[in-house]
């Protein structure tokens, strides 16, 4: 695995650029991934061509075998840890390897397959090789194939057997994306020149965010303008618009305004320090600005911490009850202590009589003369008829009695 580390914020770009997109949703993280975007598409080409420089091997099989993961630190600022892993890169990948596909030889020989005495042709040997500037080895042993899957690649037999007894082979790789980018020296020159892309790539994202989401800097409508030849000091623009001349084929970039109007450049050959507002190089007007920021952002942390209600913001404005309502007669502008009478309940205190939960108060009556009130029990003490009785709607009975 080979790593380029890359320096895209030291810790006082940090600090600025955190203020600069305080009021942008995660607007530092996200400026700084979307920089990073182009400069590790940057540094994928640079690493191409590094490779190409001693390697015979095209950029679509170095990509294609490349794999590239990016980690972030927040140490002293930002850096961004780019690695390059990946397997070996087939032999039959790199320039000069031969033949270009599965050949054979003309005449049949007798050949093992398949763990028999057959006769066949031979795959024809095969060469290859990985630097610049020397010739293709031979391979006498070794040969192109095509497997069952489609994919062709230099093989030799090993020595060994397969389970339906043909000669096991193996494919002959090269070095990997990683090996191959060489010294410390080369990884080194690559960190240089992505942190470079990375940091002017930050400026241009910094500038975006401010212009998208409504900030301080001129907004510019999404969409390419185009015309006939270059744009001038009258063309409508915006900081950061760009404008295609069609007849020349060329991209221009606005970098700002000055006292004749906007100002257009090739975009290839436009900078950060080219960037401008309100006639000032863009520096220097965000310079002004972050200070204006950090002022602002101490008011705003002030009236936010006020709690006298500056604004004189009333109940019914923000949907919620005024403090003179009241409840059951009860205000609402201190705690309330319900009773129970309040909310039509009885006191702990009290003690329910028959009447209360709508039960008899006498179950018996006793004596010789029937009782006025039908619902009672009536014990009869009449000698000879008495007893238990009950009234049964028409006269008093006796209360039936079961033996067993």
């Known amino acids: 695995m080979s790593t380029v580390q890359v320096q895209v914020l030291d810790q006082g770009r940090l600090a600025r650029v955190e203020k600069l997109l305080a009021g942008v949703p995660n607007g530092v993280q996200r400026a700084m991934k979307a920089a990073m975007v182009r400069a590790v598409s940057h540094l994928r080409a640079n690493t191409v061509k590094a490779i190409q420089q001693r390697y015979d091997i095209s950029a679509g099989n170095i990509r294609a075998n490349e794999n590239v993961t990016v980690r972030y630190t927040y140490q002293d600022g930002v850096q961004a ?8 890169i087939p032999l039959f990948r790199y320039g000069g390897a031969s033949p270009g596909a599965p050949a054979y030889f003309d005449e049949r020989v007798p050949m093992m397959i398949h763990g028999q005495w057959r ?5 024809l040997p095969a ?4 630097l610049k500037g020397t010739t293709p080895a031979l391979f006498e042993h070794a040969f192109v194939a095509r497997m069952g899957s489609g994919h062709v690649g230099i093989f030799e037999r090993n020595g060994g057997g397969t389970r339906t007894g043909g000669d096991s082979i193996s494919e002959i790789m090269g070095g990997t994306v990683a090996g191959m980018l060489g010294s410390k020296e080369v990884e080194d020159r690559l960190s240089e020149e992505t942190g470079k892309v990375a940091q002017e790539r930050l400026e241009h994202e910094v500038l975006r965010f401010l212009n998208g989401w409504g900030g ?9 303008a185009q015309g006939h030849g270059p744009p001038g000091p009258a063309t409508p623009g915006g900081a950061g618009g760009h404008y295609f001349d069609i007849d020349n084929g060329m991209d221009y970039l606005c970098t700002g305004r000055d006292e004749n109007g906007w100002v257009w ?10 960037m401008m507002y309100g006639g000032r190089p863009l520096d220097e007007a965000l310079g002004g600005l972050e200070d204006n920021l950090g002022s602002m952002g101490q008011r705003l942390s002030t009236h936010v911490a006020d709690k006298r209600n500056p604004h004189g913001v009333t109940a019914s404005q923000v949907g919620a009850v005024p403090a003179t309502r009241k409840v059951n007669g009860k205000a609402l502008n201190v705690d309330i202590t319900l009773t129970a009478a309040d909310v039509g309940a009885r006191p702990s205190t009290w003690t329910p009589t028959a009447a209360d939960v709508g039960a008899m108060a006498q179950v ?5 003369a029937a009782p006025s009130n039908t619902k009672l029990l009536w014990i009869d003490t009449t000698a000879g008829t008495g007893g238990l009785k009950y009234y049964n709607g028409s006269k008093w009975v006796h209360v039936p009695v079961a033996y067993t």
Not at 119 to 123: D, F, I, L, W
Not at 127 to 130: D, I, L, N, S
Not at 364 to 368: E, Q, S, Y
């Open 119 to 123: 006769m066949g042709r031979p795959g």
């Open 81 to 88: 840890f780019v690695y390059f892993h990946g397997g070996k």
């Open 216 to 224: 301080y800097l001129n907004r510019h409508k999404t969409g390419q």
């Open 364 to 368: 018996f009556h006793a004596g010789a």
């Open 127 to 130: 060469h290859g090789h990985q």
């Open 265 to 274: 450049r090739l975009s290839g050959a436009v900078d950060a320090s080219d």
